[in-house]
């Protein structure tokens, strides 16, 4: 009886312990992000404009060719991985890859202007169709990715700042 009364009370002890470390566990995950932000991949118009607006993600990846008669305009600070403790960064996956990252189909984004304003905006993978119209620091065109048009600064900081290792079949200026 002495044991079944001892093993009750040791139940009783640990079960205190596990709910008070569990409670502060949750305690602990109230610091979590309500929302994380993921990729964005599209097929279509709609969806690569909304995902490019200020309110988009911070990487656009394309499923298929796409054709947008209006300029468009990429917008917003956004972080990689969507984490603020990271560097500000977005990307435009003009292709699809593999699992291992290895680019396996490459897609066109035909534009009349595409205007960058997010900074660090890499361009990856695929062709632009279009001319695109640099408004913000640090853009980056892969080697994989090609501008099939100009590609325009707003100003000589804007190209310091750029890394151009794609191919521009136009013109490379400053406004």
């Not at 502060?24 to 929302?35: F, L, R, T, Y």
């Not at 991949?41 to 060719?65: H, K, M, P, Q, R």
Request: net charge negative.
């Amino acid at each position: 009886m002495k044991s079944l009364l001892k093993g009750i009370v040791v139940i009783g002890i640990s079960a205190t312990v596990l709910i008070a470390c569990s409670t502060e566990d949750e305690a602990s995950n109230n610091n979590e992000p309500d929302v994380v932000t993921t990729a964005s991949i599209v097929n279509d118009s709609d969806a690569f404009l909304n995902a490019v607006s200020e309110d988009g993600e911070w990487i656009i990846a394309t499923l298929d060719d796409i054709s947008i008669e209006d300029d468009v305009i990429i917008a917003g600070q956004f972080h990689q991985r969507g984490d603020q403790a990271d560097d500000i960064y977005r990307k435009l996956a003009l292709y699809e890859q593999d699992e291992d990252r290895n680019i396996t189909e490459t897609h066109t984004l035909s534009v009349s202007t595409l205007t960058v304003q997010s900074e660090n905006l890499l361009v990856q993978g695929g062709t632009i169709d279009g001319d695109v119209l640099v408004e913000e620091n640090g853009f980056t065109l892969h080697e994989t990715a090609t501008i099939d048009g100009n590609l325009i600064f707003a100003n000589a900081d804007f190209e310091a700042s750029a890394t151009v290792d794609g191919d521009v079949t136009g013109s490379i200026e400053v406004e």
